[in-house]
């Protein structure tokens, strides 16, 4: 069975870090791209960032560019996002997502999330 | 506002027949695959369509996917009241060099 548990959320004061981690099992982690994608308390989804199985190709929403960096580390089947110069409005329940396997390159991708953690509340505030 | 576009709210009677609707653009759903979620109120979302028309296993035959263009529909027939739930698309933009979603359906069962 696919699971993904994410941890390090927690209050935080604005201009400061934290450092999530998403513990993967039940799958051959370092075959899989994964992803980190926030939702903001009774509002929508807005993915985050994305790393290749390999950690070669890596994006980031326009929103954390410069702030968030994603890694991963396949022999321990685990996801991490470092979050620097956090801000109010990255306050949210941040969740690891794993894309299902097909085709990505370097410019465009064909694949989507097919298993989902229960997500880790980060909050930013004074 | 999101990228791609759902209608805020649907509703129907157990039973009945729903849409939901997601438009786009040529560099997200007019040239990529639409995946659609559920989102059961405090709970992760949940892979209900994958690349615009396929249910994973588990998925009951009652939800479909379509896709034609630059939108998506999401449909789910024989309406239960399990239903109740967010439902949200997504698809990568080839523009934004990223993933997309829109801003959610909230599907009430009357």
């Known amino acids: 069975e696919v699971q993904l548990v994410e941890s390090g959320g927690g209050l935080v004061q604005p201009g400061g870090s934290l450092r999530l981690s998403c513990a993967a099992s039940?799958?051959?982690?370092?075959?899989?791209?994964m992803n980190w994608v926030r939702q903001t308390p009774g509002k929508g989804l807005e993915w985050v960032s994305f790393i290749s199985s390999s950690s070669s190709t890596i994006y980031y929403a326009d929103s954390v560019k410069g702030r968030f960096t994603i890694s991963r580390d396949n022999a321990k089947n685990s996801l991490y996002l470092q979050m620097n110069s956090l801000r109010a409005e990255d306050t949210a329940v941040y969740y690891c997502a794993r894309d299902d396997l097909g085709y990505c390159s370097s410019t465009t991708c064909y694949t989507g999330f097919d298993y989902w953690g229960q997500g880790t509340l980060v909050t930013v505030s004074s | 506002q999101s990228v791609l576009t759902q209608p805020p709210s649907a509703s129907g009677t157990p039973g009945q027949r729903v849409t939901i609707s997601c438009s786009g653009s040529s560099s997200n759903i007019g040239s990529k695959y639409v995946y659609w979620y559920q989102q059961l109120p405090g709970t992760a979302p949940k892979l209900l369509i994958y690349?615009?028309?396929q249910r994973p296993s588990g998925v009951p035959d009652r939800v479909s996917g379509s896709k034609s263009g630059t939108s998506a529909s999401l449909a789910i027939s024989g309406l239960r009241s399990e239903d109740e739930a967010d439902y949200y698309c997504?698809?990568?933009?080839?523009?934004?060099?990223?993933?997309?979603f829109g801003g959610g359906t909230k599907l009430t069962v009357l």
């Open positions: 690349r615009d028309n």
């Open positions: 039940g799958f051959t982690f370092s075959t899989y791209t």
């Open positions: 997504a698809a990568w933009d080839d523009s934004l060099s990223g993933r997309v």
